[in-house]
């Protein structure tokens, strides 16, 4: 079995445009033939409720995506290509997961915060309009990721986090089960890919309402190509091709031959409207015979519907079996199976960063400090007596975390070679003891 598992879904809440083409789907399907690993794609419609209300909208969006990708060449006999409604694992092991994933963690995710601050900055309560959907979002994603214990997600930029959510997610529930159940993912942003300028300029993307959909007709296209924005140069007068849109967009399609011509016809003066005139039929050249192939597959929406199914049969013989153990390990079990070996699964308990007092043998009294998962975030010197360490253990947690009080305090707590710790994940882990310190002396008075 290949070792590495490459794992990426599609959001079906809108229709593929050239951003797409270039950013996403051609480079997915290049690395699906280099055959050196498993690929996971999949259509992520279950995400699509979240932004999208539109019932319509979700179900042409996903036979359009469906099919943009089986006519660009995706072959679903190589690959794990389904739907994630298919995968009636994904929504079991969310809800598993969403039993162990702090709720903190969700309050930090940046799709989140944005709506909040919004909300905040429009004078409206905090949580105006934002659905529990839109809460949860990390956790679902991770539940894609994790069930098919994915090695690499490819994302772009705005995804980063929530891959960095899904390995803590799966850290804790590999902590939490005892047992390395999930592979932690990576995310891998491609920086070679080309991010495409829209029409304005700006990114290209479905938010700034400035794309050049996938699938039109070429003589759309070509008006589509002629709507971009440029600078008032005229013909004759030199262009810079390194600040240009149509230039960008020529070179995701050229080869660097032609490319290297375009830059000479540039700095000779080419006029805007011949540059797009180029520009466009490069563009057609490549997709001209993709389009006829999606015309074929989207006026045979039942082909793709039986591609889909037998792609969510081939996937599932992989999460069945897993949620399987899963379930077990977090006690949805028989009550004639036998329980695993005893443990503490006080959830709350495990969700904090845990101080641990500890004796060598050399007589000498230690403290360390470990996240919620169980990481080592610090190990303290020796001491003679354990009233000196537990004195600087308990002042640790009273800094709160904070950065200036904590180093001076790290002076006396550390062997002098452990100075160099990353000081952040301590202090956020201080920050969380002091919290729940606190919290519980309120309760208690
Ligand atoms: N959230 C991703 C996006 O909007 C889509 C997505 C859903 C995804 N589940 C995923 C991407 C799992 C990678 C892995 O782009």
């Given at each position: 079995m290949p070792a590495r598992r490459i794992l990426t879904g599609i959001?079906?809440?809108?229709?593929?445009?050239?951003?797409?083409?270039?950013?996403?789907?051609?480079?997915?399907?290049?690395?699906?033939?280099?055959?050196?690993?498993?690929?996971f794609y999949f259509?992520?419609?279950?995400?699509?409720?979240?932004?999208?209300?539109?019932?319509?909208?979700?179900?042409?969006?996903?036979?359009?995506?469906?099919?943009?990708?089986?006519?660009?060449g995706l072959d679903p006999d190589k690959v794990f290509f389904y739907r994630q409604s298919d995968i009636?694992?994904?929504?079991?092991?969310?809800?598993?997961?969403?039993?162990?994933?702090?709720?903190?963690?969700?309050?930090?995710?940046?799709?989140?915060?944005?709506a909040v601050d919004a909300n905040t900055a429009g004078?409206?309560?905090a949580d105006a309009g934002i659905t529990a959907g839109l809460y949860m979002y990390p956790v679902l994603m991770a539940a894609d990721i994790l069930i098919f214990n994915a090695h690499e997600v490819p994302v772009g930029r705005d995804q980063i986090q929530h891959?960095?959510?899904?390995?803590?997610?799966?850290?804790?529930?590999?902590?939490?089960?005892?047992?390395?159940?999930?592979?932690?993912?990576?995310?891998?942003?491609?920086?070679?890919?080309?991010?495409?300028?829209?029409?304005?300029g700006r990114k290209m993307s479905k938010?700034?309402?400035?794309?050049?959909?996938?699938?039109?007709?070429?003589?759309?296209?070509?008006?589509?190509?002629?709507?971009?924005?440029?600078?008032?140069?005229?013909?004759?007068?030199?262009?810079?091709?390194?600040?240009?849109?149509i230039f960008a967009i020529y070179q995701a399609f050229a080869t660097a031959d032609e490319a290297a011509a375009m830059r000479e016809a540039f700095a000779a003066g080419i006029g805007w409207g011949e540059a797009k005139q180029r520009l466009f039929e490069r563009v057609d050249a490549e997709l001209a015979p993709l389009r006829a192939s999606y015309e074929a597959l989207i006026a045979d929406p039942a082909r793709i519907e039986a591609l889909l199914h037998a792609g969510a049969a081939k996937a599932r013989q992989r999460s069945a079996p897993f949620i399987t153990r899963l379930r077990h390990a977090a006690g949805i079990r028989r009550l004639t199976d036998a329980p695993a070996r005893p443990r503490a699964a006080d959830p709350a308990a495990l969700a904090l960063p845990q101080l641990k007092s500890y004796r060598e043998s050399d007589g000498r009294f230690h403290f360390k400090l470990e996240d919620a998962a169980?990481?080592?975030?610090?190990?303290?010197?020796?001491?003679?007596?354990?009233?000196?360490?537990?004195?600087?253990?308990?002042?640790?947690?009273?800094?709160?975390?904070?950065?200036?009080?904590?180093?001076?305090l790290l002076l006396e707590c550390v062997p002098a070679d452990e100075l160099a710790l990353p000081i952040e994940p301590i202090a956020a882990a201080l920050a969380a003891l002091k919290a729940a310190r606190l919290a519980k002396a309120k309760a208690a008075s």
């Open positions: 959001t079906t809440s809108g229709t593929p445009h050239l951003g797409n083409y270039v950013g996403a789907i051609r480079p997915a399907i290049a690395a699906s033939r280099r055959g050196d690993a498993e690929s259509l992520a419609d279950y995400h699509a409720l979240i932004k999208c209300g539109d019932p319509e909208r979700v179900q042409r969006s996903t036979l359009e995506i469906a099919a943009s990708w089986l006519a660009c009636p694992e994904i929504p079991e092991l969310t809800w598993l997961l969403t039993c162990v994933t702090a709720k903190g963690l969700l309050n930090r995710a940046h799709a989140y915060k944005a004078g409206e309560d891959i960095e959510m899904a390995r803590d997610i799966g850290q804790r529930c590999n902590h939490l089960y005892g047992g390395e159940f999930f592979t932690l993912p990576e995310a891998r942003v491609e920086e070679h890919v080309a991010t495409l300028p829209g029409t304005d938010s700034y309402d400035n794309t050049i959909p996938l699938w039109l007709p070429a003589g759309e296209l070509r008006k589509a190509i002629l709507g971009i924005v440029t600078d008032s140069r005229a013909p004759g007068e030199a262009k810079d091709p390194d600040s240009s849109n169980g990481t080592l975030l610090l190990r303290s010197r020796g001491f003679d007596a354990p009233r000196e360490a537990g004195r600087l253990s308990a002042a640790l947690v009273e800094t709160g975390g904070d950065p200036a009080r904590l180093r001076q």
